[in-house]
């Protein structure tokens, strides 16, 4: 896909396939009716890794990097992961603050020549239900990300059997890869 096209996208779907021993993610554009339109990237997450790295690939056959993520440190409760172009230059970074996700998710997304972006869930209450009520923690959480007051993108988890996304960006400037980026994470990484 040609970065201009990626980088004018203004919603897309994320979905998780349910797979075995990893996590798998399809990004998709939304069509004119609102449903998902064609494939724009493709992840595939190996559960219980020491140290995350995840490449996520223009489509299902995985022979085009797009973009990848990685943490600098293993196990570290508010790891930062930094994020790279299919070529393995920096495009941003993406970090857990974990003293306020104590009660609410919260996370910290950077992009050069960009104020800081920070996302929390959007409901006090359906975080600390989720948090404190292990048979409620599959309700389903937004995170809304602003940047110097201003809505940058939401994503918005669908009710449904398997974890379905849709991420809306606000912000004109914000590079979209980090975007999917952060909405695979926020999918792979937020139970931990």
Do not use: C
């Not at 172009?85 to 003293?99: C, S």
């Not at 020549?113 to 959480?141: K, M, N």
């Not at 909405?183 to 990484?189: F, K, M, Q, S, W």
């Amino acid at each position: 896909m040609h970065p201009d096209v990626l980088q004018a996208q203004q919603q897309f779907h994320v979905r998780q396939q349910i797979r075995m021993i990893v996590n798998q993610y399809e990004v998709h554009a939304v069509a004119p009716d609102g449903s998902e339109g064609g494939l724009l990237a493709f992840a595939r997450q190996k559960r219980l890794a020491f140290k995350e790295q995840v490449t996520i690939y223009t489509d299902d056959s995985q022979q085009q990097p797009l973009l990848g993520f990685k943490a600098r440190q293993r196990l570290d409760l508010g790891a930062t992961y930094d994020v790279t172009d299919h070529t393995g230059n920096p495009i941003g970074l993406f970090r857990k603050d974990f003293a306020q996700s104590l009660l609410r998710s919260t996370w910290h997304v950077e992009q050069d020549g960009l104020p800081q972006v920070t996302g929390q869930e959007r409901s006090l209450p359906v975080a600390l239900l989720r948090r404190f009520f292990d048979a409620l923690s599959w309700l389903p959480y937004h995170f809304d990300f602003v940047a110097d007051g201003q809505p940058a993108f939401s994503v918005v988890k669908k009710w449904g059997l398997r974890d379905r996304y849709v991420v809306q960006i606000q912000h004109p400037r914000i590079d979209r890869r980090l975007v999917i980026a952060m909405a695979v994470a926020l999918d792979a990484l937020q139970s931990r």
